[in-house]
């Protein structure tokens, strides 16, 4: 059984910077993929990172680019969303997922991923 506990965030001011962790663990075939999406309240979930395990092909979405990134360790089962000059638009929960099906470039579509976190909350102050 696939298991996905995020942690990382918290509140922080405008400009600054926090790491989430996606600590992954259940069979390797069932977390091809890993992304991170972020959700507000009354608001469609969105994707922030993708990244496939057996190529490491990565990316990063929408106005994330420039500023986030996701990188995997995969000796400790973990993936990481940097996120660097924070802004109030930010603010989300940000959740992490797997998905099954390898591919060489991970889609960004929530009903592309069968496991989910719980999430951790990030709140940015301007």
């Known amino acids: 059984q696939v298991q996905l506990v995020e942690s990382g965030g918290g509140p922080v001011e405008a400009g600054g910077s926090l790491r989430l962790t996606c600590v992954e663990s259940?069979?390797?075939?069932?977390?091809?993929?890993i992304g991170w999406f972020r959700q507000v309240p009354g608001k469609e979930r969105e994707a922030v990172a993708t990244i496939s395990y057996l190529s490491g092909n990565s990316d990063v979405y929408e106005s994330m680019k420039g500023r986030f990134a996701i990188f995997q360790e995969k000796t400790k089962n973990e993936v990481y969303l940097q996120m660097n000059n924070l802004q109030p638009e930010d603010t989300a929960m940000y959740y992490c997922?797997?998905?099954?099906?390898?591919?060489?470039?991970?889609?960004?579509?929530?009903?592309?991923?069968?496991?989910w976190g719980q999430g951790t909350q990030v709140t940015v102050s301007s």
């Open positions: 259940g069979p390797r075939h069932e977390r091809a993929c």
């Open positions: 997922a797997a998905r099954s099906v390898y591919v060489y470039a991970c889609p960004n579509r929530t009903t592309d991923y069968q496991h």
